[in-house]
């Protein structure tokens, strides 16, 4: 189970059980950057700074290759592919995988 905490330009996941923070979301009006990608810029232009972006059609989100737990996402609701590679980026997310799936896998036994 997942409490979220937002503040001012930072959303913070934590582990109803265990207290550990396994996801930060960067959203407006952050000011930071992740390899050169902030929020607000065009999806394309992030494209060009990360290299193993791609569009996963399945979360509709951009993933990064070989960096496991990085994504961007849009602020379309279900966007089709085209239509988020010309959409801004609204949120730069860095999960623990590990712990989210395990605590994934929790939820599961528990239903």
């Known amino acids: ?12 996941g934590v582990d109803a059980f265990t207290g550990y923070i396994f996801k930060l979301s960067a959203l407006h009006p952050y000011h930071g950057s992740f390899s050169g990608v902030t929020v607000g810029m065009n999806a394309r ?3 060009r700074l990360l290299p193993g972006l791609y569009f996963d059609e399945t979360d509709s989100l951009f993933r990064v ?14 966007p089709l592919e085209h239509e988020a590679w010309q959409a801004n980026i609204a949120f730069i997310t860095v ?9 994934r896998s929790r939820q599961w036994q528990h239903s």
Not at 1 to 12: A, D, H, P
Not at 95 to 103: F, G, I, N, S
Request: charged share 25%.
């Open 1 to 12: 189970m997942e409490i979220r905490y937002q503040f001012l330009g930072l959303n913070v």
């Open 45 to 47: 232009e992030a494209g």
């Open 65 to 78: 290759r070989e960096l496991d737990g990085i994504s961007l996402e849009v602020a379309l609701d279900d």
């Open 95 to 103: 999960l623990a995988v590990d712990h989210y799936q395990l605590m």
